[in-house]
């Protein structure tokens, strides 16, 4: 028998969700998520994913992943710290250290759970955070989780975070403050300010950490929005997620030696959930590899997301503020968004909408994630399905 009091949660709930129209339907894909995907026997071009130099289905990566599995077994059968660390994690986590070019890294099992792990093993009741209003739910999730007081500021408004960071050392109510920011923000592809955020931070004595789930192999040739600035050595925390552009799955915090120890020593999901399996890490471990000698994947990245910024803009689209591949389509209103996703969809491209709460009310869009492994003729068919519904919608 269940329990009336978690049915009538779950039906009130669930029937509000769906009357607001926020109850997200999840399509399954038949076969690889590529630039071309199969759902429900129909193909697609796809613009969702963060697959950004087309790794995933890399035939290196998937034969390292083949050859992990036959010689370490299909799982770590452990956690990290009584005997599940296998020396290939190890191997990965000296690779990600050469990449960052920081003293030390640690991996986990997510991008999520690295901010799970990283803020609380270090922050508490007594801290204060200073967050980017428009920051990850992993690292809001993640501060909450710490304890500490949460001061968010306006959205990369550095005069904002500057007072804040100012009140916030002068009330002297904290002992430790730490400033978090996304390296490139999702939803719309701009970057954060960080020689700005390190200049106020030298000021303020915060703490620095650096979320660069979407910057890692796509800026500074690979290894992030802090080395594309040549600020490695001043940022204290730098997240990464192996899931994005390395194309697998898995997470990791590169930093100085002793703050590896600490996470090591301290942080719960390193201690209570199984490392990562050979599977994932054999293959993450190829895509350093090959985005370090391979330049031109990058390029193609970047290029692709030109085409396709430069295109929506002549079609006479808002592209926003975006200053990475990643290629919003501001249309507006709510309704008008998933309609326009809908028309996309209905001829053959899959591009998710995105609307409020996630953004602001009345700037809902369609949020393209060009690859590197996308074709010429994959982006002209793309601004053709624009440019169709586009006019159909009386838009442009
Ligand atoms: C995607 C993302 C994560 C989560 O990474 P996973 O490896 O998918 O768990 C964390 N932080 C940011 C900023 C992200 O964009």
Redesign the pocket.
């Known amino acids: 028998m269940s329990s009336k009091q978690l049915e009538q949660f779950l039906t009130e709930n669930l029937a509000e969700l769906k009357s607001k129209g926020l109850y997200n339907v999840i399509d399954t894909i038949q076969g690889a998520n590529a630039p071309i995907i199969t759902i429900s026997g129909k193909e697609f071009i796809n613009l969702s994913s963060?697959n950004y130099l087309g790794l995933a289905t890399d035939p290196r990566l998937i034969e390292a992943a083949v050859q992990a599995a036959k010689t370490y077994g299909a799982g770590a059968g452990a956690v990290r710290t009584i005997n599940g660390t296998l020396d290939i994690h190890i191997q990965l986590e000296e690779k990600l250290k050469a990449f960052k070019q920081t003293e030390a890294v640690v991996v986990y099992q997510?991008?999520?759970?690295?901010?799970m792990a990283a803020i609380s093993a270090v922050m508490d009741q007594s801290d204060a955070i200073l967050s980017d209003e428009l920051?990850?739910a992993?690292?809001i999730e993640g501060c909450r989780l710490s304890k500490a007081k949460i001061l968010r500021y306006y959205h990369s408004d550095m005069d904002d975070l500057s007072a804040k960071a100012k009140a916030a050392r002068e009330s002297g109510l904290y002992k430790k403050i730490m400033v978090i920011t996304?390296?490139v923000f999702?939803m719309d592809g701009d970057i954060a300010k960080l020689p700005e955020i390190i200049e106020i931070a030298a000021r303020y004595d915060l703490i620095t950490y650096v979320?660069?789930?979407?910057g890692s192999g796509v800026l500074g040739k690979g290894a992030g929005t802090v080395k594309h600035f040549g600020l490695s050595d001043q940022v204290d925390f730098q997240?990464g997620?192996?899931?994005?552009a390395i194309g697998v799955?898995?997470?990791y915090v590169a930093g100085k030696r002793d703050l590896i120890d600490w996470l090591k020593a301290r942080s719960k999901p390193f201690l209570f959930s199984t490392a990562l399996p050979p599977a994932a890490v054999s293959p993450a471990i190829a895509a350093i590899d090959i985005i370090r000698d391979t330049p031109s994947l990058m390029d193609r990245l970047w290029e692709n997301g030109n085409v396709l910024k430069k295109g929506l803009t002549e079609l006479g689209f808002d592209t926003g503020k975006s200053e990475t591949p990643i290629t919003p389509c501001i249309i507006g209103e709510e309704k008008q968004t998933q309609l326009f996703s809908k028309l996309l969809y209905e001829k053959g491209v899959y591009a998710k909408a995105i609307v409020f709460p996630t953004v602001p009310k009345g700037t809902g869009r369609i949020r393209n994630m060009p690859t590197a492994g996308h074709t010429k003729e994959m982006l002209e068919e793309v601004l053709a399905v624009y440019e169709a519904v586009g006019k159909e919608l009386g838009l442009i």
């Open positions: 963060n997510s991008g999520f759970n690295c901010n920051n990850h992993s690292i996304d390296g999702s979320d660069d789930a979407h997240i997620t192996l899931s994005k799955v898995g997470g």
